[in-house]
């Protein structure tokens, strides 16, 4: 008899004690699991469970038959303690929350050892993909050297709706909103602080070290506008929002922002509230895992995964990575850029482009607007190539300016 | 200090030997791990691992100091003893052998949890695409009921080669054997038979029970013309050679055939070499997973990944099923069908067709053919539609009968 309590008892939290007390999942799993507590500051008096809510930490703690801790808090604190003292109680943790584990992943998963417990956290990337444990160990032969992915279905939903319906940014979010999709505050979503985490999670993973999330270059879809993304239809491209991470000589390359993808490109036909995360690694080549990234069950289903693999195989193999990684602002790629002028003299534009550039793809345009593909380049020099344009036809004439992937 | 035999240094096994012998392997997965012995019946004379091959394989079995024997032979004789008795002197198992899992996984299983020793089989299916272990361990609070999957590298490259290039079934497949794609005898690949062991070995994993996969309805693309894939490609399809199953109530529906996908389906941007698996869960939805799902290094990587697993993990949580799955021929879902027909006189052929189907999408074809695809119903009934079709036009006049994906 293995017994879990939930810590949290929100969307997920939720989820998870109804899969573990729903009917025939005891049978189906051949493992006899309970859910002995569940702790939460609120009450839920109309709650089937609402006989193991509690609001004491300590219950939990001091209850020597709870074997796992389940943590839905999410935030830093007080889920961050919370964790702590479970493992160094000797219980193991599972959790879905990806801004504990970005920020004190290796922290935590050294408590975790010394404590002989696990840390596992699949649902905190990808929701219901399977992510966190293929790379940890189906990909263990394999040097795994770039990660990228879209990696929040609300700014995939937003950018989506935007491409094909043609909505406004504004209207798509609130649409989000309606649905349930966003926040009622919706900035860690559309500023990319959610991609942000959960790159530097898979990053931390692949590569071996915690990486501050907090450095990682950061871009959200606000400044994304309908023009951008017909104009990028027009050149064969889609707009999405990206988290990337390579691995350069040791350190770690990594950014997210919206990307102009060929639509070619494997992560250009993720749409709607659909995640994907394509992994290049060294024997392998490219693997891509798709699906829902977010959601009650599919995310809770992740949780309950982790809890069955601590309660079959002990945690055996449970992810870890040490402290210290390092970032470098370096792109080691070269890149293009798509970049939309807004001009009043088209002809004197078009010379100031040239004079700049000097060749560069003209995507066709309203006679109000100029956008143009740059040719490859590193980083800084194109960079520097609009910096030229910016002093020669007035800097907030650069209306936008997005990264282009090179296939 | 682990010691590995391979057996069979064909491709894969090969693979296997380069990586686990390659620079810098041991330091990247801190285990001291080493090939002991190569069981060939070839000598390899210029190889640098020729010292290590033998053709006794009671030199592997007889020698404690092997811990894990790679079987990539091949095939079902002499695999399946040399697994058998290697497992039964305790040594675990680790195979790419799709053929001999898909004939005695149940059977070979319970040998090795009799005999405390582990079978895994990562690369059997998918070869690079991390699979077996997503869906045996991350998706188990999931009730997995149905997976559909281009599972051939070879048949996908040939059918995407008549797709862009407008080439013949004949010369897409020279090129495959030019290019090292396709075996001389290519008949395992384009007559579905690779696909068909590859879905009983999924099929098996996620409902829980041997399949046998001689009695998998399977179809090939050797009937596959050109100018199906140009009507499909008019009403908006791609034809995918697709491996399909489905839990109904207990039992198993299976079928390998080509399939015309909408081209909003998920599978349909799968191409060339690529291979890619989509699972539908309880909680997860629907989930994907893409790669190479052959050559060299990716399914090496595979094998590899599944020995790291049982040095450091003891090989905790390997798949298991049970003998005796039942298979029903019975599909549980409405169907479509496109049908072409060979036609001469035009209005006739019309009027027949709607004196049995009543209402069917036409596609706009050239004079001579007549193509359209039918409404949805159940496959019997379709099927009776399209004999009473037959015994009007002629059996022979309806040329083409591919079944329609409805999303």
Not at 32 to 43: F, G, H, M, Q
Not at 314 to 322: K, L, T
Not at 363 to 390: P, V
Request: one cysteine or more.
């Amino acid at each position: 008899m293995k017994n879990i309590a939930v810590m949290g008892f929100g969307t997920v939290g939720s989820g998870v004690v109804e899969i573990i007390e729903g009917t025939s999942f005891k049978e189906k799993v051949g493992q006899d699991i309970s859910v002995k507590a569940i702790l939460d500051v609120r009450e839920f008096p109309d709650s089937p469970y609402s006989s193991l809510i509690t609001n004491d930490f300590n219950k939990i703690i001091e209850d020597d038959d709870i074997d796992i801790v389940v943590e839905t808090i999410g935030g830093i604190n007080p889920a961050y303690e919370f964790t702590v003292r479970s493992l160094k109680a000797g219980k193991s943790v599972v959790t879905s929350n990806k801004e504990l584990v970005a920020a004190k992943g290796a922290q935590i998963m050294q408590i975790a050892r010394e404590n002989n417990a696990s840390y596992l956290f699949e649902a905190s990337v990808g929701g219901g993909i399977p992510i966190i444990r293929p790379l940890n160990n189906c990909l263990a032969a394999n040097e795994i050297y770039e990660i990228m992915g879209i990696l929040n279905g609300t700014t995939n939903y937003i950018l989506t709706q935007m491409i094909k319906n043609g909505q406004s940014f504004e209207s798509a979010l609130s649409d989000a909103q309606k649905k349930g999709y966003a926040e009622r505050d919706p900035s860690a979503d559309i500023e990319g602080f959610d991609t942000c985490r959960k790159i530097a999670i898979l990053s931390a993973l692949s590569y071996g070290k915690q990486i501050d999330s907090d450095k990682i270059p950061t871009q959200g879809i606000t400044k994304v506008a309908l023009k951008d993304i017909e104009y990028a239809d027009k050149a064969g491209y889609v707009i999405k929002l990206i988290g990337k991470s390579k691995k350069v000589n040791g350190k770690v390359y990594a950014k997210v922002c919206p990307l102009m993808l060929s639509k070619n490109h494997p992560l250009s036909g993720v749409e709607d509230v659909f995640n994907a995360i394509l992994v290049k690694a060294s024997a392998t080549g490219e693997v891509m895992f798709y699906g829902k990234g977010a959601g009650k069950m599919p995310t809770a289903s992740a949780v309950v995964a982790d809890c069955l693999d601590i309660i079959k195989h002990n945690g055996f193999g449970a992810p870890h990575w040490q402290e210290g990684g390092e970032l470098t602002c370096c792109n080691p790629d070269k890149v293009k850029y798509y970049i939309r002028l807004n001009i009043t003299d088209n002809h004197r534009a078009e010379k100031c482009v040239i004079a700049v550039f000097d060749k560069v793809s003209w995507i066709d345009t309203d006679s109000r607007d100029a956008a143009f593909i740059t040719f490859a380049a590193k980083e800084d020099e194109i960079q520097e190539c609009i910096d030229k344009l910016g002093s020669l036809i007035g800097k907030e004439n650069i209306v936008s300016k997005i990264q282009v992937e090179i296939d």
